[in-house]
T-cell receptor
């Protein structure tokens, strides 16, 4: 069985300050973990993925995430938020056989 | 190049009617996925196709839901005897091969409203 918990449904930051979106997972096997972003009225887009290589993963738009097996976490961070980062973010665990489990999403608001 | 396309973009139907939703994956992608996104919620996995293998139907919520993929390309999701709780955005995605390593590319979705 696998599950994903996004610990915050809403996160609000000021432009230029760091972003932290938290994700914890449970899985009975070595997971592959992804972060996707959904901008208003746009499709889902991959931010980054962890697939058992380097535990610190860098993605697009300055985002990165670190896989911590001991903490079963895959938190998403960015040093400095931009207005264009306002969107909904989904943490996803995927198993080889194909079933994808999405978290409930975190809405990021960036204040000027 | 062309991305994943879905049709129709919007569908309004009456309770009890059947609906068909179509997905055209990216050419060359062997894996295809269907998800449902209800208002304010995350994506709910419905079904996964990989090449010519039997699909993983473990996410289909009831036997009113079915999906097929013809010729390893286009897929149709069919909902029979629609209910109001079926109202949601239905998203299709495709990936090159392995779902646990390859990026899933999402279509724009079909917004289904059941009156």
């Amino acid at each position: 069985a696998q599950s994903v918990t996004q610990l915050d449904s809403h996160v609000s930051v000021s432009e230029g300050t760091p972003v932290l979106l938290r994700c914890n997972y449970s899985s009975s096997y070595s997971p592959s973990l992804f972060w996707y972003v959904q901008h208003p009225n746009k499709g889902l887009q991959l931010l980054l993925k962890y697939t058992s290589a380097a535990t610190l993963v860098k993605g697009i738009n300055g985002f990165e995430a670190e896989f911590k097996k001991s903490e079963t976490s895959f938190h998403l961070t960015k040093p400095s938020a931009h207005m264009s980062d306002a969107a909904e973010y989904f943490c996803v665990v995927i198993r080889r056989a194909g079933k994808s489990t999405f978290g409930d999403g975190t809405t990021l608001t960036v204040k000027p | 190049g062309a991305g994943v396309s879905q049709s129709p973009s919007n569908k309004v139907t009456e309770k009890g009617k059947d609906v068909e939703l179509r997905c055209d994956p990216i050419s060359g992608h062997t894996a295809l996925y269907w998800y449902r996104q209800s208002l304010g919620q995350g994506l709910e996995f419905l079904i996964y196709f990989q090449g010519n293998s039997a699909p993983d139907k473990s996410g289909l919520p009831s036997d009113r839901f079915s999906a097929e993929r013809t010729g390893g390309s286009v897929s149709t999701l069919t909902i029979q005897r629609t209910q109001q709780e079926d109202s949601a955005v239905y998203l299709c995605a495709s990936s090159y091969r392995q779902p646990n390593t390859d990026t899933q590319y999402f279509g724009p979705g079909t917004r289904l409203t059941v009156l």
